[in-house]
T-cell receptor, first 115, second 117 residues
Framework: KQEVTQIPAALSVPEGENLVLNCSFT??????LQWFRQDPGKGLTSLLL?????REQTSGRLNASLDKSSGRSTLYIAASQPGDSATYLC??????????????FGKGTKLSVIP | NAGVMQNPRHLVRRRGQEARLRCSPM?????VYWYRQLPEEGLKFMVY????????ESGMPKERFSAEFPKEGPSILRIQQVVRGDSAAYFC???????????????FGDGTRLSIL
């Protein structure tokens, strides 16, 4: 059974700092990995999707890496801003059986960027 | 708005009542997924549907919960005889059909917050 862990659970940084969020998963048989952002009381906004054959994806100040063999992904946020404050979720999609349809989520990292 | 639409945004029910949550997928999407987010927990998969078919319901509680995605109209998640433990945020996601669908990203709605009194 796939399990996804995100460390740290919460993070507070001053504005302008670069930061890294970590995600690990127990089963390396995945199709892809997605990073989402969730604001309080809101839905999920997809930030980056990395296919299993890829090593990284970039969008603006965000860079996500994937090391499938070790079951790890990182989300790098450059020059953080107060508007980046949110909960960041990591989710993997398996490539076998029922797991190929569903996303397995971590509990998230709650990020606070202090002005 | 071309995104995944869920309604209502907030739903309050008393214990024993029924809750019906609706989800309209993005235009052109024929695959719908329901997830539940309990307080202080991550999102958990509940069910995956295509038009008129339940493909995977491995995450659905065995009793009181059901889901459908009719040929016409939105997908419905139905919870009968609700209990306090059903209080959660319920999210719907959709993805397009076609080859390699397992690599297609899922697009999420804003969720329905269900509160049981």
């Amino acid at each position: 059974k796939q399990e996804v862990t995100q460390i740290p659970a919460a993070l507070s940084v001053p504005e302008g700092e670069n930061l890294v969020l970590n995600c690990s998963f127990t089963d390396s048989a995945i199709y892809n990995l997605q990073w989402f952002r969730q604001d309080p009381g809101k839905g999920l906004t997809s930030l980056l999707l990395i296919q299993s054959s890829q090593r990284e994806q970039t969008s603006g100040r965000l860079n996500a890496s994937l090391d499938k063999s070790s079951g790890r992904s990182t989300l790098y946020i450059a020059a953080s801003q107060p508007g980046d404050s949110a909960t960041y979720l990591c989710a993997v999609k398996g490539n076998s059986g029922a797991g190929s349809y569903q996303l397995t989520f971590g509990k998230g990292t709650k990020l606070s960027v202090i002005p | 708005n071309a995104g995944v639409m869920q309604n209502p945004r907030h739903l309050v029910r008393r214990r024993g009542q029924e809750a019906r949550l609706r989800c309209s997928p993005m235009k052109g999407h024929s695959h719908v997924y329901w997830y539940r987010q309990l307080p202080e927990e991550g999102l958990k998969f509940m069910v995956y549907l295509q038009k008129e078919n339940i493909i995977d319901e491995s995450g659905m509680p065995k009793e009181r919960f059901s889901a459908e995605f009719p040929k016409e109209g939105p997908s419905i998640l139905r919870i009968q005889q609700v209990v306090r433990g059903d209080s959660a945020a319920y999210f719907c996601a959709s993805s397009p059909p076609g080859q390699g669908r397992s690599n297609q990203p899922q697009h999420f709605g804003d969720g329905t917050r269900l509160s049981i009194l």
